[in-house]
């Protein structure tokens, strides 16, 4: 049991690390099909929306599917989008594939965090250190997209491709994951009682807001910087790199160094540095000053995600999750959608500009994680 144990853990780390790469690989693609199709800020806003739509869809399906088909079943039918969208990407420009191929992706990615969630969580002795290494592995993938790409373009081939095979090699490694014993839960019915705890959902809209954040800033971020000149040339592409330098190495302090004492002291104090140094970052307007912002709001930001995840407790399951990281991805929907409006009719620095509401939201949602902790 504790080999089966060890090798659903690995497999949750490693496909986490592989949905690292291709999740944040994104936002590049984008810019490039940006450049390369001559679309619109708003149409670059909606093809990123259709990421953000999947995965809410894919989180929803990982919460009801594995009651019918089990998690391997699941696992199997939800994460081959990431080996399917990326093919799609590489071949046309036709605005209809394109959209299906974001949407496809996302699936990818929502199921692949939900099933993540529960592979390394339940598997996990300390779930909070197993929540932060399992976050940090994405970090590294995240943090290797920008060689990635740039290896993939100066081979003249297309980084499209590159991700594609990566997201085959996780869809491979799910299907090889040793399935555990299912619990049969229609014989006594599916736990919903979390569905009446304030504190799930004060987590949910704290994560609504980090995911808002989160992904507007990895999937326009590149575009900001060369839309508004604060960074130019292949430079604006490693702004990612330094993006999730910062994540990783707060992660990994998170995980082996640093012992979380009161968790809802530190995400509040996480919320408001990353008020802070967001405005900081809109504000600069020279590459050393906004690569340096950048950094302190990445770090700041890092440990948000998985100390909220790992607040849930006992109240995780393959049910929870299935409400809560959906629910809480509807943020990455919304928000780059707003970006791409204002930026089509206003400007590309007022649209990111937009993101401050969602740094705001996390700082007041973390407070209001504690003012509950303070009355129980």
């Known amino acids: 049991?504790?080999?089966?144990?060890?090798?659903?853990?690995?497999?949750?780390?490693?496909?986490?690390?592989?949905?690292?790469?291709?999740?944040?690989?994104?936002?590049?693609?984008?810019?490039?099909?940006?450049?390369?199709?001559?679309?619109?800020?708003?149409?670059?806003?909606?093809?990123?929306?259709?990421?953000?739509?999947?995965?809410?869809?894919?989180?929803?399906?990982?919460?009801?599917?594995?009651?019918?088909?089990?998690?391997?079943?699941?696992?199997?039918?939800?994460?081959?989008?990431?080996?399917?969208?990326?093919?799609?990407?590489?071949?046309?420009?036709?605005?209809?594939?394109?959209?299906?191929?974001?949407?496809?992706?996302?699936?990818?990615k929502g199921s692949t965090i939900n099933c993540c969630t529960i592979l390394v969580g339940n598997n996990s002795k300390d779930r909070t250190k197993?929540?932060?290494?399992?976050?940090?592995?994405?970090?590294?993938?995240?943090?290797?997209c920008p060689f990635l790409i740039s290896g993939a373009l100066k081979a003249g081939a297309g980084p499209q491709i590159l991700l594609?095979?990566?997201?085959?090699?996780?869809?491979?490694?799910?299907?090889?994951?040793?399935?555990?014993?299912?619990?049969?839960?229609?014989?006594?019915?599916?736990?919903?009682?979390?569905?009446?705890?304030?504190?799930?959902?004060?987590?949910?809209?704290?994560?609504?807001?980090?995911?808002?954040?989160?992904?507007?800033?990895?999937?326009?971020?590149?575009?900001?910087?060369?839309?508004?000149?604060?960074?130019?040339?292949?430079?604006?592409?490693?702004?990612?790199?330094v993006m999730w330098g910062a994540t990783l190495i707060a992660r990994a302090l998170i995980a082996f160094v640093v012992q979380i004492k009161d968790t809802c002291r530190t995400l509040i104090r996480m919320g408001i540095f990353c008020t802070i140094f967001y405005i900081g970052l809109m504000m600069a307007r020279d590459q050393w000053t906004a690569m340096a912002l950048l950094f302190a709001f990445a770090f700041a930001m890092a440990g948000m995600n998985p100390i909220a995840v790992a607040g849930a407790g006992r109240m995780t399951s393959v049910t929870s999750m299935g409400i809560m990281l959906p629910a809480a991805s509807s943020g990455a929907i919304l928000m780059p959608w707003i970006i791409g409006l204002v930026a089509e009719r206003f400007g590309i620095g007022a649209g990111m500009a937009c993101n401050i509401v969602s740094c705001a939201g996390m700082l007041l949602f973390a407070i209001g994680v504690k003012r509950l902790a303070d009355q129980e």
């Open 130 to 144: 197993g929540m932060s290494i399992m976050h940090a592995c994405y970090a590294v993938g995240a943090l290797l």
């Open 164 to 241: 594609s095979a990566c997201g085959f090699l996780l869809w491979a490694a799910f299907l090889r994951v040793p399935a555990a014993e299912e619990k049969k839960e229609g014989a006594k019915g599916t736990d919903w009682s979390f569905l009446k705890s304030k504190k799930f959902w004060l987590l949910t809209g704290l994560l609504f807001f980090q995911n808002a954040t989160e992904i507007s800033v990895t999937g326009w971020l590149v575009t900001y910087f060369k839309g508004s000149g604060v960074i130019s040339g292949t430079l604006s592409t490693y702004t990612i790199t």
């Open 1 to 108: 049991m504790e080999l089966v144990q060890k090798k659903q853990r690995n497999t949750g780390l490693f496909t986490f690390f592989i949905s690292g790469m291709c999740v944040i690989s994104s936002g590049v693609v984008v810019s490039l099909l940006q450049e390369k199709y001559g679309f619109a800020y708003g149409m670059t806003g909606t093809l990123l929306s259709l990421m953000s739509i999947g995965n809410l869809i894919a989180g929803f399906a990982t919460g009801v599917l594995p009651g019918k088909i089990g998690m391997k079943g699941t696992m199997a039918v939800l994460t081959v989008g990431y080996f399917l969208g990326y093919l799609a990407m590489a071949f046309t420009g036709n605005l209809a594939v394109l959209s299906a191929a974001f949407f496809v992706v996302g699936i990818a």
